[in-house]
């Protein structure tokens, strides 16, 4: 899972005409200090639903927004089991 949501990490970057690409991140990495913005994190939740057929943030009884890389990355291993 986690390299999946890497490599669509990076397509969404590439898709906001970032020039960041990441090999890793590490889980306590701050989202909003990798590079992508909200527009980028839209796009990456897409690439992830297009891919895994699943939306973990129209799943949830209680909205939860991921702060770290780590955080986002456990909301898709949780929801996709």
């Known amino acids: 899972m986690r390299k ?5 990490f990076n397509e969404a970057l590439e898709q906001t005409g970032k020039t960041e690409q990441y090999e ?3 889980d306590n990495a701050i989202l909003l200090e ?3 913005d909200s527009l980028g ?9 297009e ?3 699943l939306d973990p943030f129209q799943l949830m ?7 770290t890389f780590g955080e986002f990355v456990n909301i898709y291993e ?3 089991d």
């Open 4 to 8: 999946l949501i890497l490599e669509k």
């Open 24 to 26: 890793n991140i590490d």
């Open 34 to 36: 990798t590079g992508l």
């Open 41 to 49: 994190f839209a796009i990456l939740v897409a690439f992830l639903e």
């Open 61 to 67: 009884d209680e909205p939860v927004y991921p702060s």
């Open 78 to 80: 949780r929801f996709n």
């Open 51 to 53: 891919e895994l057929d």
